[in-house]
């Protein structure tokens, strides 16, 4: 059973913006490479973003300008700052862990077990 881990979802009109966080403290000991992805119902599931150990990202194409992913080095919590959402960032999102140890990359995402729920984003037109 997939515990709620995953919050911040909710409905913007076309051109708000929400804040996605995901607790990450049982996945970033020593190498990680975190990120998020999502699934619409009937669609493919998308890699979103990713981070890894050192800070470095990736974004999709979709995406990229307008999300922007990290994590508080605190509190060890994985957060994703989505703006400017469109109609198409609507579904389900989920955050992951890579632990291949291959290159942090959000097409990689697509095929990650989510740690919880996931989230609802839904944006009107």
């Known amino acids: 059973q997939a515990q709620p881990v995953e919050s911040g979802g909710g409905s913007v009109q076309t051109g708000g913006s929400l804040r996605l966080s995901c607790p990450a403290s049982?996945?970033?000991?020593?190498?990680?490479?975190l990120g998020w992805f999502r699934q619409a119902p009937g669609k493919e599931r998308e890699g979103v973003a990713t981070i890894d150990t050192r800070g470095h990202t990736s974004y999709a194409d979709s995406v990229k300008g307008r999300f922007t992913i990290s994590k508080d080095s605190g509190t060890n919590i994985l957060h994703l700052q989505m703006n400017s959402l469109k109609s198409e960032d609507t579904g389900m999102y989920y955050c992951?862990?890579?632990?291949?140890?291959?290159?942090?990359?959000?097409?990689?995402?697509?095929?990650?077990?989510?740690w919880g729920q996931g989230t609802q984003v839904t944006v009107s037109s």
């Open positions: 049982g996945y970033t000991n020593g190498y990680h490479c």
């Open positions: 992951a862990n890579d632990s291949s140890g291959g290159y942090c990359y959000f097409r990689n995402f697509a095929y990650m077990n989510p």
